[in-house]
């Protein structure tokens, strides 16, 4: 059974995260682990004086207060899920030993965004990720795939495959009502006299893909735009909570470097996202 690894670095949950965990749990038929991360560099140090060491005895016990607070919400909710502290500085290593290869992992954005702990373990991912913020969803979940089969370190698609594949396991039959896969239609500007030559040409090699993953055209959806800024559009527009993406097989640190819609749309606080690897 799919164990989902929640990790959660702020020490708090809001109702719209519990509301989040419990999509998941259903969508995923899943159990839930979650990791209270809480590196405190304080707490590390050996203090001389009497003064200091004061100091530091009243905040680990405020600490240790605050996380059995945590622990009776999550449990109130989630009476089966078991709960884990995580100290180390980055929690990686930690949730690894615990998660099977193939398991999830959720990330909850702390307030002030991701942490240093958390885009280490994104730029180096190998599992499925769920980036997740502290607001609630528009639908009860619902998502887009984002999909560009044009990558010639991916000739075989395995990752847009990935994503249609996700897509079916996400939707009930009775959701397959409306376009799931999106497409952006990027034109350079320099491109521009050719608008309609690229444009045909996007579509065609979409709807070749279609055709191999065997997807009707009809579940498949095009917008127009620089890829990060039409996705999130699109999103706000259509009332998307979760936008799905493929990774390939260089990790997300070789990718920041260059510039990508993934490092884009992980740099916006409110867009929550699923990275699927393709090892």
């Known amino acids: 059974m799919t164990t989902l690894h929640i990790v959660l670095s702020d020490l708090v949950v809001t109702n719209a995260i519990l509301a989040k965990i419990t999509i998941l749990q259903n969508k995923l038929s899943a159990n ?8 405190q560099r304080f707490f590390d140090r050996r203090y001389f004086s009497n003064e200091l060491a004061d100091i530091s005895n009243n905040l680990q016990a405020s600490h240790q207060s605050k996380i059995s607070q945590l622990e009776l919400k ?4 989630f009476p089966k ?6 100290q180390e500085k980055y929690w990686s290593k930690y949730v690894n030993k615990q998660a099977n290869k193939l398991d999830p992992i959720v990330i ?3 307030k002030s965004g991701l942490t240093s702990a958390d885009n280490q373990y994104i730029s180096d991912n190998k599992s499925t990720v769920f980036i997740l913020n502290q607001e609630k969803w ?8 984002a999909i560009d089969p044009f990558h010639e370190d991916d000739e075989e698609n395995k990752s847009d495959i990935k994503v249609v594949n996700f897509m079916r396991q996400w939707l009930s039959p009775d959701e397959q009502t409306e376009p799931f896969l999106l ?22 090699q979409i709807y070749r893909f279609a055709k191999t993953v065997k997807c009707p055209k009809s579940f498949i959806t095009f917008t127009r735009g620089t890829p ?3 996705l999130l559009t699109y999103a706000d527009d259509n009332k998307i909570d979760l ?4 990774c390939r097989e260089h990790s997300l640190f070789e990718k920041w470097l260059n510039g990508s819609t993934i490092s884009a749309l992980i740099s916006h606080q409110n867009c929550d996202m699923v990275l699927i690897n393709t090892p």
């Not at 839930?32 to 590196?39: K, P």
């Not at 999550?74 to 909710?77: E, N, P, R, V």
């Not at 899920?81 to 995580?86: G, H, K, R, V």
């Not at 936008?243 to 493929?246: A, C, H, R, W, Y």
């Open 183 to 204: 497409h952006v239609i990027h034109i350079p500007p320099l491109a521009i006299e050719y608008e309609k030559k690229i444009e045909a040409l996007h579509k065609e």
């Open 108 to 110: 909850i954005r702390s």
């Open 32 to 39: 839930v682990v979650w990791y209270l991360h809480h590196h």
């Open 228 to 230: 990060e800024h039409a």
């Open 81 to 86: 899920s078991n709960i884990l502290t995580c």
């Open 243 to 246: 936008i799905v993406l493929g």
């Open 74 to 77: 999550i449990k109130k909710y």
């Open 138 to 145: 528009f639908s009860d979940g619902k998502a887009i795939g």
